[in-house]
């Protein structure tokens, strides 16, 4: 499957983009578990679940190993059909389990060290009054630290917090304020009682959540009726006046449901008409204001423009069209010895031509220096050093062009850009709008000449030789038609970023060893 999705991209001529990545500063919402949070830090945190009990589930496997312990394993008892724990299994999961609960205390520390300025912590416990009642026992410890006894039998991180908050002036007032009646009197400890931090502790009965549910699916009399079953304690006041308001509602609500159902079920049409009708009616007869820039792409590179244009001329020679794959990719062979194509050859020039020191004379003997060093620091391997064709770069840097490159002061290569241009710029059928599309693009190498104007090079590995019965004469209306709107977009690209003005557009041609100033 793989293969042919990239089949069908090198049909369309895509270009192999990197994927954009979030990056951390991002203004975005971030649902993650604590081990992927370690190291990163944001503005407000929020974790949930901290009353989910611990997982230990591997403290009652039948055997346990360890590298201290070694293997430890039940008592089977085959002939009375029964098993029961050995002394040194029930060491090793004692073992285990302190080392389980170290771990957690781990993660709780990571997950409360993420926030940099707000903290919300979530936990749902069966009996908020017992569990506040088994909390309070810390309320008598002086020592900033919970006992071990406590931290080692809690089987939740909000057996951690709890204790914890429970000596906290936040919790005593927030105890004084909704359980009075549990007489949970806070032992005030300098330090610990009056921390600076601040906290808000918030409760919700679980029932109060439930009847509201309840509400929204009344359907009938009976249903009203079993609201108003609740435990007058359980359920808020303000909830409960809430509740009857909108159950009145619902009663001649569900009275004009049940007419709109019987005339569905005569199959006669409805007299009623819904609020939402004009809404619904419009959501579905909307249209696309800009119908006719869907169909092109809303961002290219100047190389998939280069090919547009390629194969909108006729009279392009084939060797230079952009090929159509048709052949259903196989499986690679890496056994088999790679071979470099055009395209790669290509490649592998510019990145010659861009690592070129421009401080040395350019000789035989030099240019193979450079390449002996990029292969050592793996920027080419050995395969793709031996299709460089070395006369060429010291050819290049021996014409008037190659030899203004080495005397200018301000010399750019391998320059990326983007740009916004009009869609009819690039596609000439296009009809639309007056939309934008993002261009983007590399500059093989610019400099500037003695009037601080721009020279723009451009270099070109494609094949000349031989195409051309006249020569390169012949050949020089045809690639500069070719290559026109490339040029164009570079030029550009250049003025709008550096505010100078290109004054020579030169392509050179490897091949034929010419220049070709446009």
Not at 98 to 113: H, K, P
Not at 142 to 153: E, F, M, N
Not at 244 to 251: I, R, S, W
Not at 379 to 387: A, C, R
């Given at each position: 499957?793989?293969?042919?999705?990239?089949?069908?991209?090198?049909?369309?001529g895509?270009?192999f983009?990197?994927?954009?990545?979030?990056?951390?500063?991002e203004?975005v919402?971030?649902?993650?578990?604590?081990?992927?949070s370690?190291?990163l830090?944001?503005?407000?945190?929020?974790?949930?679940?901290?009353?989910k009990?611990?997982?230990?589930?591997?403290?009652?496997?039948?055997?346990?190993t360890?590298?201290?312990y070694?293997?430890?394993?039940?008592?089977?008892?085959?002939?009375?059909?029964?098993?029961?724990?050995?002394?040194?299994?029930?060491?090793?999961?004692?073992?285990?389990k302190?080392?389980?609960?170290?771990?957690?205390?781990?993660?709780?520390?990571?997950?409360?060290?993420r926030?940099?300025?707000?903290?919300?912590?979530f936990?749902?416990?069966?009996?908020l009054?017992k569990?506040?009642q088994k909390w309070s026992i810390?309320?008598?410890q002086?020592?900033?630290?919970?006992?071990?006894?406590?931290?080692?039998?809690s089987?939740s991180?909000?057996?951690?917090i709890?204790?914890?908050?429970?000596?906290?002036?936040?919790?005593?007032?927030?105890?004084?304020?909704?359980?009075?009646?549990?007489?949970?009197?806070?032992?005030?400890i300098?330090?610990?009682t009056?921390?600076?931090?601040?906290?808000?502790?918030?409760?919700?009965?679980?029932?109060?959540?439930?009847?509201?549910?309840?509400v929204q699916?009344?359907?009938?009399?009976?249903?009203?009726q079993s609201?108003?079953?609740?435990?007058e304690?359980?359920?808020?006041?303000?909830?409960?006046?809430?509740l009857?308001?909108?159950?009145?509602?619902?009663?001649n609500?569900?009275?004009?449901e049940?007419?709109k159902?019987?005339?569905?079920l005569?199959?006669?049409?409805?007299?009623?008409?819904?609020?939402?009708?004009e809404?619904?009616?419009?959501?579905?007869?909307?249209?696309?204001g800009f119908v006719?820039a869907?169909r092109y792409?809303?961002?290219?590179s100047?190389?998939e423009?280069?090919k547009?244009s390629?194969e909108?001329?006729?009279?392009?020679?084939?060797d230079?069209?952009?090929?159509?794959?048709?052949?259903?990719?196989?499986?690679?062979?890496?056994?088999?010895?790679?071979e470099?194509?055009?395209?790669?050859?290509g490649?592998?020039?510019?990145?010659v031509?861009?690592?070129?020191?421009?401080?040395?004379?350019?000789?035989?003997?030099t240019?193979?220096?450079?390449l002996?060093?990029?292969?050592?620091?793996e920027?080419?391997?050995?395969?793709?050093?031996?299709?460089v064709?070395?006369?060429?770069?010291?050819g290049?840097?021996?014409?008037?062009?190659?030899?203004?490159?080495?005397?200018?002061?301000?010399?750019?290569?391998?320059?990326p850009?983007?740009?916004?241009?009009?869609?009819?710029?690039?596609?000439r059928?296009y009809?639309g709008?007056?939309?934008?599309?993002?261009?983007?693009?590399v500059?093989?190498?610019?400099?500037?000449?003695q009037?601080?104007?721009?020279?723009?090079?451009?270099?070109?590995?494609?094949?000349?030789?031989?195409?051309?019965?006249?020569?390169?004469e012949?050949?020089?209306?045809?690639?500069?038609?070719?290559?026109?709107?490339?040029?164009?977009?570079?030029?550009?690209?250049?003025e709008?970023?550096?505010?100078?003005?290109?004054?020579?557009k030169?392509?050179?041609?490897?091949?034929?060893?010419?220049?070709?100033h446009?």
């Open positions: 499957m793989v293969l042919n999705f990239i089949e069908r991209l090198l049909e369309k895509e270009d983009g990197e994927v954009s990545s979030i990056g951390e500063q203004n919402v971030r649902v993650m578990t604590i081990h992927a370690k190291g830090e944001f503005p407000v945190v929020f974790i949930g679940g901290l009353a009990r611990f997982n230990q589930m591997d403290l009652n496997t039948t055997y346990m360890d590298k201290e070694g293997l430890a394993v039940k008592f089977m008892d085959v002939d009375n059909r029964f098993q029961r724990d050995t002394l040194l299994r029930s060491s090793l999961v004692n073992k285990k302190l080392e389980l609960i170290a771990e957690e205390m781990r993660l709780l520390y990571v997950a409360l060290t926030a940099k300025e707000k903290i919300v912590l936990a749902t416990v069966d009996n009054e569990s506040l810390s309320i008598t002086k020592d900033w630290i919970l006992s071990d006894s406590s931290r080692a039998l089987k991180y909000i057996d951690w709890g204790p914890a908050l429970m000596r906290h002036e936040t919790m005593c007032k927030f105890l004084e304020k909704n359980f009075a009646e549990m007489n949970i009197i806070a032992n005030f300098d330090g610990i009056n921390h600076r931090s601040k906290w808000s502790i918030h409760h919700t009965a679980v029932q109060s959540v439930q009847s509201v549910q309840s699916s009344v359907q009938s009399v009976q249903s009203v609201v108003h079953s609740f435990n304690k359980d359920v808020l006041t303000e909830t409960e006046k809430e009857q308001n909108v159950l009145k509602k619902d009663l609500h569900n009275q004009k049940d007419d159902l019987n005339f569905i005569h199959l006669e049409k409805s007299p009623y008409q819904s609020e939402y009708k809404l619904v009616q419009a959501q579905m007869n909307w249209s696309y006719e869907t792409k809303a961002k290219q100047v190389t423009i280069k547009l390629m909108e001329d006729d009279i392009t020679s084939d230079l069209k952009p090929k159509t794959h048709f052949s259903t990719l196989s499986i690679p062979n890496f056994n088999k010895k790679r470099i194509g055009a395209a790669e050859r490649t592998i020039m510019h990145m031509m861009q690592h070129i020191d421009g401080t040395k004379e350019i000789t035989i003997n240019v193979s220096e450079k002996d060093e990029l292969v050592r620091k920027f080419l391997t050995s395969e793709q050093k031996n299709v064709n070395i006369d060429q770069i010291v290049f840097f021996r014409t008037t062009v190659g030899k203004k490159v080495l005397e200018s002061t301000n010399v750019w290569r391998e320059i850009f983007s740009l916004m241009v009009k869609t009819s710029d690039v596609y059928e009809r709008q007056d939309e934008k599309i993002l261009v983007q693009g500059i093989d190498c610019m400099f500037e000449d009037n601080g104007d721009i020279v723009l090079v451009d270099y070109k590995t494609d094949r000349i030789k031989g195409l051309f019965a006249g020569g390169f012949e050949a020089k209306p045809e690639l500069a038609k070719r290559y026109q709107k490339q040029i164009e977009l570079y030029v550009k690209a250049i709008e970023t550096t505010r100078k003005k290109v004054s020579q030169i392509l050179y041609f490897f091949d034929a060893e010419q220049e070709l446009l």
